[in-house]
């Protein structure tokens, strides 16, 4: 019997497959027609490898969490700065002179105070790197929307809206224009067929470096 919560996506894809997300939840992926029951086996077959990934994703995860502390290091832009705790300030969260200051008044909500402000400097970022490519490419779409996503970086609507996690300020430039145009292209191929890689190698040649920066990185990127 299958003991492990998980997320059942159907699709139009010839074999099931596993995979475990970076906040340690299971999603698994299978065709449209088989059984449950026959996932249900495939995942008992695979039960041990799925715990130490589980395992080692709560891991990460513990590693990852803020306590807010003056000098403890934050993400921003691909680099990591210093928090300060002041005593006196206009603003609950600020950043300047390479470095992040709290005041003191508002650390018990800290993490509610810090994505805040991740949030309103991602809607700035993400829009600017949006309207660069798609008016660099010719491309239209609806709305940019910022979320609070965890396991998906960015999506694309059939109708042309473009939605970002905030998390993805914390991340380089690099990697943030890899997830724009990755997404901008699907508002020409609303698939991942070769034709959508070749119009995303097109709009931006080292985007795999991206990727793979947030495949190792992704998990530390927290509030």
């Not at 130490?52 to 290091?73: F, K």
């Not at 998390?167 to 034709?195: C, G, Q």
């Not at 190698?201 to 080292?206: F, S, V």
Request: charged share 25%; net charge positive.
């Amino acid at each position: 019997m299958v003991t492990f919560p998980y997320t059942l996506v159907r699709s139009k894809r010839k074999s099931v497959s596993i995979s475990v997300r970076s906040d340690a939840t299971i999603v698994v992926r299978a065709p449209l027609r088989v059984s449950v029951s026959s996932i249900d086996s495939f995942i008992e077959s695979h039960t041990e490898w799925i715990r130490r990934s589980v395992e080692r994703m709560r891991s990460r995860l513990s590693l990852s969490e803020n306590r807010y502390d003056d000098g403890e290091l934050f993400w921003y832009l691909g680099e990591r700065y210093p928090l300060r705790i002041s005593e006196a300030g206009n603003l609950s969260v600020s950043f300047s002179d390479n470095a992040f200051v709290l005041l003191r008044r508002f650390r018990s909500r800290a993490k509610e105070r810090f994505c805040a402000w991740y949030k309103r400097e991602a809607k700035k970022i993400l829009a600017e790197r949006v309207v660069y490519f798609a008016e660099r490419h010719g491309l239209s779409y609806h709305s940019i929307r910022i979320n609070a996503a965890r396991t998906r970086w960015g999506s694309c609507s059939g109708k042309g809206h473009l939605n970002f996690t905030f998390r993805l300020v914390m991340a380089p430039l690099f990697v943030i224009d890899s997830v724009v145009v990755h997404e901008l292209a699907h508002l020409v191929h609303p698939n991942h067929s070769k034709y959508f890689w070749h119009t995303v190698a097109e709009m931006l040649p080292d985007f795999e470096t991206g990727r793979q920066w947030l495949k190792r990185n992704g998990h530390l990127l927290e509030c």
